[in-house]
Structures are given as C-alpha cells and as structure tokens.
C-alpha cells in the first residue's frame, strides 16, 4: 500500500516536471500558488495535494495531513 503512494508521488514529480524538487524548498502553500492550483484531500492517503488547474495534473506538493499515521 505504500509503495503504490512512492509511486504515485514519483509519477507526479515526472508529470509535474520537476515541481517535487520546488516543493522540498519552498512551503507547500507558496508550491501551488505557483502552480495555479488547489488544494484536494486524497481520502484513501489522507494526504493533501495540489490540483494545477492549468495543467490538470496533480502535484506532488503533498503533505500528510497531522494526527494521521
């Protein structure tokens, strides 16, 4: 289960063309503002990711969301 995750997040950095990289250094909030974007919950990962409404891909500017192992 978490490796389909790894990978999820691995295939959107690609899609994304490098925004992983953006999102390590700067906050996850100024990632999507840059992106065009918006914040959804994936339910299934209860994790937090950016929708680029632009591009109509995910991001992975994701972040667990707290309390949630």
Do not use: I, P
Not at 36 to 63: I, L
Request: aromatic share 6%; with cysteine; proline share 0%.
């Amino acid at each position: 289960m978490r490796t389909a995750g790894l990978v999820a997040v691995a295939v959107a950095a690609l899609l994304s063309g490098g925004s992983a990289a953006l999102a390590q250094s700067t906050s996850r909030s100024v990632c999507c503002k840059e992106l065009n974007g918006r914040w959804e919950e994936n339910r299934r990962t209860n994790e937090m990711r950016c929708y680029g409404v632009d591009t109509n891909r995910y991001y992975s500017c994701v972040a667990k969301r707290s309390g949630v192992k």
